[in-house]
């Protein structure tokens, strides 16, 4: 059944035992029995041990309806229970418990998020038919903030741009991405956040797929694109390093669970014979 986003649970009964998203600033509260990660139910949980109508509903997984709530920070967590990081939750479970586990999280940053009205001061109240706030006062309304960003893999010949953030672990190198401006197209995204970072010229951009990112509201646009013109000048800045690679040659690189990796396989599996030889016996993946 995977996983069905809703913002009101149905009328009536029948679901099974609920599940429970319990979230901080990084982590989720998680179940590991007979060697899995599970989402925990309430059966799993004292859920006398925290106010329920602080939960939010955000749909049905597996048909169980599931609720997000902060994580009460006195909360006892004890085996078969655990908590993990938000981020090694994307490498634990199925795309359809990512999307929940996404969606919980967002939804939890935008509740504690718009509180009061940006415009006026005064409280909001959640209404019930649509995932909004509205302000008591002046009746501005707000939805659950969604960032674009777009995430770029550049190609010359055989080889691909990759570039290291001083916020990346020691090593790793990945694909260029940025977030979008007012005003700009995707495309014109691309060009400028290129032209900033490693001060090249690219065409040929095609879309290549998207991800969610709840760290803390993105949507990841990919795209792969071809170089143009220009020398590699990094902005000393955002970038630290940007160098070509071939598929033999690739640095360490990011996880398997993001679009940036997905981009950087898709260069591999589509290089030339020599370069997917190496990328096959694992040489070129570290
Ligand atoms: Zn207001």
Same mark, same amino acid.
């Given at each position: ?26 982590? #989720? ?7 899995? $990660? ?5 059966? =799993? @949980?004292? !859920?006398? /041990? ?7 509903? #955000? ?7 599931? $609720? ?5 920070? =006195? @909360?006892? !967590?004890? /085996? ?7 981020r090694?939750?994307l490498t ?6 990512i ?7 967002? !939804? ?43 995430i770029v893999s ?6 691909i741009?990759l570039a290291?953030?001083?916020?990346f672990p020691?090593?790793m190198y990945s694909v260029l991405a ?30 290549f797929g998207s991800q969610?990112w ?6 990841m646009?990919g795209?792969t ?20 690679f071939?598929a033999?040659?690739l640095p360490k690189l990011p996880g398997s669970y993001s679009i940036a990796r997905n981009l950087i396989d898709h260069f591999c599996s589509s ?8 990328f096959?016996?694992g040489?070129a993946l570290r």
């Amino acid at each position: 059944m995977g996983f069905i986003p809703e913002n009101k649970a149905p009328a009536g009964h029948g679901a099974k035992d609920a599940f429970y998203f319990l979230i901080n600033d990084r982590e #989720i509260v998680v179940k590991r029995s007979r060697r899995k $990660y599970w989402i925990p139910s309430g059966a =799993d @949980l004292s !859920i006398d /041990d925290f106010d329920s109508k602080q939960a939010h509903f #955000i749909g049905s997984l597996h048909e169980h309806f599931c $609720y997000t709530l902060e994580l009460p920070e =006195d @909360l006892t !967590i004890s /085996d078969p229970l655990q908590t993990v990081s938000l981020r090694e939750a994307l490498t634990l479970f199925s795309s359809s418990e990512i999307h929940a586990i996404s969606l919980a999280k967002q !939804i939890l940053t935008w509740d504690m998020n718009f509180r009061f009205c940006g415009r006026c001061g005064q409280p909001t109240v959640e209404l019930r038919d649509e995932r909004a706030k509205v302000c008591t006062n002046c009746g501005l309304t707000n939805y659950p903030r969604l960032s674009p960003s777009i995430i770029v893999s550049i190609v010359k010949d055989e080889h691909i741009l990759l570039a290291r953030s001083d916020r990346f672990p020691e090593g790793m190198y990945s694909v260029l991405a940025g977030f979008v401006e007012p005003g700009e197209t995707l495309e014109e995204c691309i060009q400028r956040e290129v032209a900033e970072e490693v001060g090249i010229e690219v065409h040929n951009i095609r879309y290549f797929g998207s991800q969610n990112w709840p760290f803390p509201h993105s949507l990841m646009i990919g795209f792969t694109a071809d170089y143009l013109t220009g020398e590699i000048r990094i902005d000393n800045d955002e970038i630290v390093d940007a160098r070509w690679f071939t598929a033999a040659e690739l640095p360490k690189l990011p996880g398997s669970y993001s679009i940036a990796r997905n981009l950087i396989d898709h260069f591999c599996s589509s290089s030339s014979s020599a370069n997917l030889a190496a990328f096959r016996e694992g040489r070129a993946l570290r």
